[in-house]
């Protein structure tokens, strides 16, 4: 049975005060709607403020078990398809601001990465890395391990921004084009 992931942390990235416009209730039934991505998860969300609360995009908001300052309930998640014109244009931007803040995250990932079955490796399914660049990364890890996003790029020959291969990886992930995941839950 697969555990459920849980987020305790989400960016806003957009906020309607009045609800969607599209909701057919009457103006006085409709609740004020935040969408969302998971800091540590990039699990996108759709979650109720308390009453009262007035949120910004960028804006953290905790979400976990406990004591919440802002957010009232979680309605569940949300599509890529379903988010609004803002959110989707805000999403890149928090993924990026995501990546920088956690880079040894991502570093971690470069130095521990696996194979996936016997012809296929995970970092093969970061864009901008076939068979030679995966190849160049095992041995030079193997030799030390990376410490940053430049060491990596200083040490392997030709390599892509591995900031930006990251950021591309979790868009595709997002936005359900390759049945592989590598940083995005379900």
Same mark, same amino acid.
């Given at each position: ?94 993924? +990026? ?5 956690? /880079?040894? *995250?991502?570093?971690?990932? &470069?130095? #521990?990465?696996?194979? !996936?079955? =016997? @012809? ?11 068979? +030679? ?5 095992? /041995?030079? *890890?193997?030799?030390?391990? &990376?410490? #940053?996003?430049?060491? !990596?790029? =200083? @040490? ?11 950021? +591309? ?5 997002? /936005? ?11």
């Amino acid at each position: 049975m697969k555990t459920e992931l849980k987020e305790e942390h989400a960016i806003v990235l957009d906020f309607l005060p009045n609800g969607y416009p599209f909701d057919a209730r009457p103006m006085h039934m409709k609740t004020p709607i935040a969408q969302a991505i998971g800091k540590e998860h990039f699990i996108l969300l759709e979650l109720v403020p308390k009453k009262g609360q007035f949120l910004q995009p960028y804006q953290e908001v905790y979400m976990g078990i406990g004591k919440r300052d802002h957010i009232h309930h979680i309605i569940g998640k949300i599509a890529i398809d379903k988010l609004t014109q803002t959110a989707k244009l805000e999403l890149e931007i928090v993924v +990026k601001d995501i990546v920088i803040k956690n /880079e040894q *995250r991502f570093v971690h990932f &470069f130095n #521990n990465a696996g194979p !996936i079955n =016997t @012809r296929r490796h995970q970092l093969e399914l970061l864009p901008g890395i076939g068979k +030679k660049h995966m190849w160049e990364i095992l /041995e030079k *890890r193997k030799e030390k391990p &990376f410490e #940053n996003f430049d060491d !990596i790029k =200083t @040490r392997v020959k030709l390599m892509p921004n591995p900031e930006t291969t990251i950021i +591309k990886r979790i868009m595709a992930e997002l /936005e359900e084009q390759d049945r592989y995941r590598l940083f995005v839950g379900t």
